[in-house]
């Protein structure tokens, strides 16, 4: 199955979850994506300073152009700010207009309701983690994709 898309990785220093990079799915690549602010004051996203270049990497990834010919595109994650119009709604936007693929976006359990609302998302497949079994899931994935 030919995959393309992004996840956030999650940065840890002593453990301590400091920040997220942006990962490319298909190659790996990287991009400094969202950090603490040292003092602890309200970022751009929650406690975290947004990295200028990630939402501009994360947006070429998941442009339509990228992703054709892929089977999947994966979208880690859709929260308050897209629900707000920035990051990657605009992306996820395209993406579901076009339909050349299946999208699997991971979204938090409180917010699903909203998502599945503003992007008129019609019987979504939905998959509660971590209550699943990993390889029932992946099943479950992999038939619904390849349908």
Same mark, same amino acid.
């Given at each position: 199955?030919?995959v393309?898309g992004i996840?956030s990785?999650? !940065?840890f220093?002593?453990n301590?979850r400091?920040?997220y990079?942006?990962?490319?799915?298909?190659?790996q690549?990287t991009?400094? =994506? @969202?950090?603490?602010? *040292?003092?602890g004051? *309200?970022?751009d !996203?929650?406690v =975290?300073? %947004?990295f *200028?270049?990630?939402?501009?990497f994360g947006?070429?990834?998941l442009?339509?152009?990228k992703?054709?010919?892929?089977?999947l595109i994966i979208?880690?994650?859709?929260?308050p =700010?897209e629900l $707000?119009?920035k990051?990657?709604?605009? $992306?996820?936007?395209d %993406? %579901?207009r076009f339909?050349?693929?299946?999208? @699997?976006i991971?979204?938090?359990? $409180?917010l699903?309701?909203?998502?599945?609302e503003?992007?008129?998302?019609?019987?979504p497949?939905i !998959?509660? =983690?971590p209550?699943?079994?990993p390889?029932?899931?992946?099943?479950?994935i992999?038939n619904e994709?390849? @349908?």
């Amino acid at each position: 199955m030919k995959v393309g898309g992004i996840y956030s990785q999650k !940065i840890f220093e002593n453990n301590e979850r400091t920040g997220y990079d942006l990962v490319e799915i298909e190659t790996q690549k990287t991009e400094h =994506f @969202l950090r603490k602010n *040292p003092d602890g004051n *309200p970022g751009d !996203i929650g406690v =975290f300073k %947004l990295f *200028p270049k990630a939402v501009p990497f994360g947006m070429e990834i998941l442009n339509t152009k990228k992703t054709k010919g892929k089977q999947l595109i994966i979208i880690d994650e859709i929260g308050p =700010f897209e629900l $707000s119009g920035k990051g990657w709604a605009k $992306s996820l936007e395209d %993406l %579901l207009r076009f339909r050349e693929n299946h999208v @699997l976006i991971v979204v938090r359990e $409180s917010l699903v309701e909203q998502v599945i609302e503003k992007w008129n998302l019609e019987n979504p497949l939905i !998959i509660k =983690f971590p209550d699943t079994n990993p390889d029932k899931t992946t099943e479950q994935i992999v038939n619904e994709v390849t @349908l």
